[in-house]
């Protein structure tokens, strides 16, 4: 923890990449608070720091020390003025959806220190979208983490045209103090970078797949095995989330009217039917076993 003025860091929504993004900053020695509006998923995420510790400890990934400082270090809640009161900067992780953004960077700029860093860690929103919904656009950015982000190293820092130097540079260092690898981005495209590149792969396989060429399988060991990625679109899609790849999909047709835009017709179908991957125990593939 070595990056001036910067101590306390708030984390909004305890999902799968919310409390992984919380675990890490508490890992590397920051102090934190991570908030959700469902106690369920609040309980879910403290069952997972009290599974995940002692499991890194055992194998030895991690010393008894730096576990219990990091069981220390953070704190789960459903309060939000008391997650956000002393945050010097906080990371925004939940949905997919602009206009809940917008509604919660309206309240963290009320309750947040004038001093506090306001990032968010959607994939695909832009941060210009959001900052007007505050009185400090210049301290508002992408900080972008990967799934699992505990382990994923790479986060994209998007620097929008209302961004200060000073924050961009801030966040990019911060990055960094926690064991990340940051990449910058100085201007702002819808997907920022790897997901441009993952969104053009999966339009492709859902494609091949819905005109009935090859199956979702066939599909994942042809990319697995002939370029080499470690999982296939489908089973990526299944990881991140089904219900995240449908509302990416309708939040980009409904601005831009496109409906190349539109998600997949199997996306849809999978999304009604609440199979959204991992998170659910079905998606492309079962996992409920």
Known sequence: MTIPGIKNICV???????????????????????T????EILGKAESFVDKYL???????????????QAKANIQFTGDLKTAASAADVVIEAILEKLDLKLTLFAKLDELCPPHAILATNSSFIVSSKIAPATKRPDKVCNMHFFNPALVMKLVEVVQGPHTSDETAEKIFALTEDIGKVPIMLKKE?????????????????????DMGIASHKDIDTAVTLALGHPLGPFRLMDL??????????????????????????????????KEWGQKTGKGFYDYSK
């Open 36 to 39: 959700d509006v469902s106690p």
């Open 54 to 68: 002692p499991e890194r400890v055992a194998k030895g990934k991690m010393s008894e020390d730096t576990a219990r």
């Open 240 to 273: 991140t989330g089904i219900d995240l790849s449908y509302h990416i999909g309708m939040e980009r047709y409904q601005e831009t009217g496109d409906a190349v835009h539109k998600p997949s017709p199997l996306v849809v179908e999978k999304f009604v039917k």
């Open 12 to 34: 909004v929504g305890a999902g799968n990449m919310g409390h992984q993004i919380a675990l890490s900053f508490a890992i590397a020695g920051y102090s934190v608070k991570c």
């Open 189 to 209: 495209i819808y997907g920022f970078l790897v997901n441009r590149i993952v969104a053009a792969i999966n339009h492709e396989a859902l494609y091949i797949h």
